[in-house]
């Protein structure tokens, strides 16, 4: 009898080991994956962009834009923390400002593509190298979006997986 309980003893003892461990390698691969900020770019504006938040508020009025849509603007404009001289989109200080979409894309292009090619030189990477590439903007929403945009100029590999949908955040 003493050999069968030390059998049942071991048993018992070799299957909650096995349970612990299934179980530690089961919480292991499931975990939550750790994403780290390896870069960042942010867009310098030459000097001709410069201009007052009152410019820009200005510009958004001559557009004709609705009082709702300026007070609207203004609020994000105001929530981001702005200085007395920030960059103006180039379109807006003209007069009549430019609200049509070809310079809102011509905006588009003259940050996205230089933070992102900021971004390609200071990590060392290649656009073919790229997997996933997924863009936010929370007021211009253009189609093709801002990642399809990037894709063809940056010959990047077939495959990549592109946000179609741009992340919006809350204001």
């Not at 867009?43 to 009025?61: D, I, R, S, W």
């Not at 894709?151 to 809350?170: F, K, T």
């Amino acid at each position: 009898m003493e050999f069968d309980e030390f059998a049942g003893t071991v048993v018992a003892v070799g299957a909650a080991a096995l349970l612990f461990m299934l179980f530690a390698l089961h919480r292991y691969l499931i975990r939550a994956r750790s994403v780290y900020l390896m870069e960042y770019a942010v867009y310098k504006a030459p000097n001709e962009f410069m201009g007052t938040v009152p410019q820009f508020a200005e510009g958004l009025t001559r557009a004709q834009f609705s009082p709702e849509a300026v007070d609207f603007m203004m609020k994000i404009v105001q929530s981001n923390g702005l200085g007395p001289r920030c960059a103006v989109p180039p379109h807006y200080l003209l007069d009549p400002p430019a609200t049509d979409h070809r310079s809102a894309r011509h905006e588009l292009e003259l940050v996205f593509f230089a933070c992102v090619d900021e971004l390609l030189q200071k990590s060392g990477l290649k656009p073919t190298e790229i997997d996933v590439l997924i863009t936010n903007c929370s007021l211009f929403n253009p189609i093709p979006s801002m990642a399809c945009t990037y894709d063809p100029r940056a010959r990047a590999r077939a495959g990549i997986q592109i946000s179609r949908n741009e992340l919006v955040g809350r204001y």
